[in-house]
Nanobody, 114 residues
Framework: QVEFVESGGGLVQPGGSLRLSCTAS????????MAWYRQARGKQREWVGGISYGNTTNYRSAVKGRFTISRDNNKNTVYLQMSSLIPEDTAAYYCNTAGVDHSWGQGTQVTVSS
């Protein structure tokens, strides 16, 4: 059974930074393109950005230049480095395969507020 465990969220002031982690188990992690998603309260879950198995990255326009995705296949972990955070980034953040092939993890809450 595939499982994703996200961590690293918290409360941060506007302009601050956070690094999220997502560790996968039960899958051959290195062959999958992975992605980060987020869901703000009362809104639909949205794609934030992704990283291919070959380490090519792409991002939604709202986070481009502020967020960076990386992966460590030895640790079955994908990272989301977030900087210059704004209140609109407040959401629960999740990872999954790029094709959303598996059940969602519990997510990690990011709150950007002064």
């Amino acid at each position: 059974q595939v499982e994703f465990v996200e961590s690293g969220g918290g409360l941060v002031q506007p302009g601050g930074s956070l690094r999220l982690s997502c560790t996968a188990s039960g899958m051959n992690f290195s062959v999958y393109s992975m992605a980060w998603y987020r869901q703000a309260r009362g809104k639909q879950r949205e794609w934030v950005g992704g990283i291919s198995y070959g380490n090519t990255t792409n991002y939604r326009s709202a986070v481009k230049g502020r967020f960076t995705i990386s992966r460590d296949n030895n640790k079955n972990t994908v990272y989301l480095q977030m900087s210059s955070l704004i209140p609109e980034d407040t959401a629960a953040y999740y990872c999954n395969t790029a094709g959303v092939d598996h059940s969602w993890g519990q997510g990690t809450q990011v709150t950007v507020s002064s």
